[in-house]
């Protein structure tokens, strides 16, 4: 996580190419001390898989096989609530790729 953050400005090539309209990745730490990493993306139907020509794409889906659980699964979304204008304006990056 700490290179996520500190290569953020590297993500907006793939964000972009991706019709990603958010992503999120968030930490649990049990009571018997294991830990659980959530992660959370929404993105157009149209857009490109994870660019792993990009040095980001390669080291984000490297980590990605070695962290994520056998059998994990991708979830379907289905209720999302958010102000109408930022709506609106995801509804038509994940389209378009413009804002």
Request: aromatic share 12%; glycine share 10%.
């Given at each position: 996580m700490n290179e996520l953050n500190d290569r953020y400005d590297e993500h907006e090539a793939a964000v972009s190419a991706e019709r990603q309209i958010f992503e999120a990745t968030f930490k649990s730490?049990?009571?018997?001390?294991?830990?659980?990493?959530?992660h959370l993306s929404l993105m157009g139907m149209e857009g490109e898989?994870?660019?792993?020509?990009?040095?980001?794409?390669?080291?984000?889906?490297?980590?990605?096989?070695?962290?994520?659980?056998?059998?994990?699964?991708?979830?379907e979304p289905?209720?999302?609530l958010t102000p109408n204008n930022l709506r609106e304006l995801?509804?038509?990056w994940a389209a378009t790729g413009t804002a």
């Open positions: 730490t049990e009571a018997d001390g294991q830990v659980w990493i959530y898989p994870l660019d792993e020509q990009l040095p980001m794409g390669a080291d984000h889906a490297a980590y990605g096989r070695r962290a994520k659980e056998p059998g994990w699964e991708e979830l289905k209720f999302m995801m509804e038509k």
